[in-house]
């Protein structure tokens, strides 16, 4: 069964997304094509986004919040205008909300380590809990296990059911009145699983814990509105949404980031300093010490732009067709087990998956040799993978450039692959 072309949705038309992508047309050793099929690990950049941090770059440039010459007024007002933009596409409430770390890395640290330094009600001690779940990126356990440790705090979290969903069986017994923290991922990246954060956020809540959302994959493929969704803090990073590597933002709500102490001392986010003390800036300098990423929220603006002018509401279409025929073309192959969900409902345009006899590194270099790109390893989520009793795994992660003739490459590369190592049929 193959599929051609742009019949599969007509919601985006991907050869005009494309043509907007240049490295989509690389060719690769041997001459050829390049089958991206690792955007969950980053995706790629249209010229729209390059062009518009060249430009700054080669007009712009200067600091922020600093010089008041031409340069850096019109610096720090494209910095600001791009904050804007990045609040209204997720529905901020209000444009200081929104902080530029330099991934969501960072920007869960910096949710992590205040809570671990902070006061009266959101600070962290024994006899606390904190609750995540299994199937997290590692940037989402590590820093709760450090919290954990520092304070003597519990760490507590959800399982995984053998489908690949988070089990919620025991949810009033694991979000209890102990539990301060709720931190959980939107979209897993390897099992490509969505959470029911409706009912996660309600009960944590329920019993007045904080809830923290790690966003990096679900920003780039859906409409977000942190408005409505009810959490606390809302991580995501630029560069798995067209937008450019070292740069990430935290949404806050404006009560719980005034309350919380900095996360770094220096520049730009202090009232004044004295020898003997200092006070802090408003949000949202408060949580931007030093020059800023500058150059990079411009670029994230513009992917902003991007993205809204197709329709976040087009893209997750597409991702969800896509990803739906990638399941279907996957579950032919003999030999080949998928790791999550493998039906479309409630899941992601990432497929984690292993074929017998052949270890996920193998797979990967082989099908690379046939122009295809995936990813192969622990996906840094090695509590999922161990919970289905693996290492690692071949993953394929898809955007709204992918096209079925690309799943259908992949199908194609792992059948070689599969002759190349004789197994299965």
Known sequence: MTMQGTALTGLLDTDRIRADFPI????????RPLVYLDSANTSQKPRQVIGAMTAHYEQINSNVGRAVHQLGDASTQAYEVARVK?????NAPDASEVIFAKNSSEALNLVANTLAWAHGDYEVGVGDEVVITEMEHHSNIVPWQLLAERKGATLRWFGITDE?????SQIDSIINDRTKVVSVVWVSNMLGTVTPLET?????????ALVVVDASQAVPQFRVDVAALGADFV????????GPTGIGVLWGRAKVLDALPPFLGGGSM???????RSTWAPLPA?????????????GLA???????ALGMDNVAGHEHAITAYALERLLEVDGLTILGPTEPVDRGGAVSFEIDGVHPHDVSQVLDSLGVAVRAGHHCAKPAHARFGVQSSTRASFYLYTTPAEIDALVDGIEQTKRFFKVGS
């Open 302 to 308: 513009a992917a902003v732009d991007y993205l809204s």
């Open 200 to 208: 996660i956020i309600r009960r944590a809540h329920e019993v007045g």
């Open 270 to 276: 202090i009232e004044t300093v004295t020898m003997q």
């Open 235 to 242: 991580a995501f990073t630029g560069h798995k949404m067209v």
């Open 24 to 31: 989509l047309s690389r060719r690769l050793d041997g001459d």
């Open 86 to 90: 990045i609040a209204a596409f997720i």
């Open 164 to 168: 690949g969903r988070l089990d919620l």
């Open 286 to 298: 408060k949580f931007e010490a030093g020059t800023p990423p500058i150059v990079e929220a411009i």
